[in-house]
């Protein structure tokens, strides 16, 4: 038995605020607490971010809503992309020190 995600539509949407370009959130799919917590606290490390919160409205929602606010040095775009791939090496480090116990 196969699983297909029929759905084609994109993972992550960006809203930008219209009054602050430092203001931002991201509405991402199929993700619930544990991937929306794991990014908010990684986010309140970076020096630029002076706000993360995420939010999951309903338990029956497929999706969670994260803010950013940034100093103004970087968007909340960049940030974003900076802590996901500080995320992805650290789990990366991470499988490669399981892998050889």
């Known amino acids: ?58 338990p029956l929602e497929k999706y969670i809503f994260l803010k950013i606010i940034t100093n103004g040095h970087k968007t909340p775009i960049q940030v974003l992309d900076s802590v996901l791939k500080d995320l992805y090496i650290q789990f990366s480090l991470l499988e490669e020190e399981v892998c050889n116990m």
């Not at 960006?14 to 917590?37: A, L, P, Q, W």
């Open 1 to 58: 038995m196969h699983s297909f995600d029929l759905d084609k539509t994109r993972k992550i949407e960006f809203y930008k605020d219209k009054d602050n370009v430092n203001y931002g959130s991201f509405r991402i799919k199929n993700e619930d607490h544990t991937i929306g917590s794991l990014i908010q606290k990684q986010l309140l490390k970076h020096p630029d971010v002076i706000f993360s919160g995420y939010k999951k409205f309903h």
